[in-house]
Nanobody, 117 residues
Framework: QVHLVESGGGLVQAGVSLRLSCTPSGRTFMGWFRQAPGKEREFVAA????????YYSDSVKGRFTISRDNAKNTVYLQMNSLKPEDTCVYYC??????????????WGQGTQVTVCS
């Protein structure tokens, strides 16, 4: 059993940055997803185990960056130029290898990101 822990969420103004962290990442494909109340969980970003291949949803491409530090067993999501529509609970996940959330076996508890205009 893998217990993922996210951190770094918070309440911020539009336009600022936040960095989310998730551990343990393991030597495996990792994904970030988000979910707003009443909406489906959606893919945000993913990275392969080496960090050489990164994938983003169109809604965050150019603003968010996924990265990992395998020595620290941690994956990050750097979120820049935050918008009110980025307000969601953000989850990290492992065990999958795509943008489909139902392929991931292990999930964190989520961290709330709230962006005020």
């Amino acid at each position: 059993q893998v217990h993922l822990v996210e951190s770094g969420g918070g309440l911020v103004q539009a336009g600022v940055s936040l960095r989310l962290s998730c551990t343990p990442s393991g030597r495996t494909f990792m994904g970030w997803f988000r979910q707003a109340p009443g909406k489906e969980r959606e893919f945000v970003a993913a990275v392969n185990w080496s960090g050489g291949n990164r994938y983003y949803s169109d809604s965050v491409k150019g603003r968010f960056t996924i990265s990992r530090d395998n020595a620290k067993n941690t994956v990050y999501l750097q979120m820049n130029s935050l918008k009110p529509e980025d307000t969601c609970v953000y989850y990290c996940a492992r065990g999958g290898n795509s943008g489909r959330w139902n392929e991931y076996a292990y999930w964190g508890q989520g961290t709330q990101v709230t962006v005020c205009s």
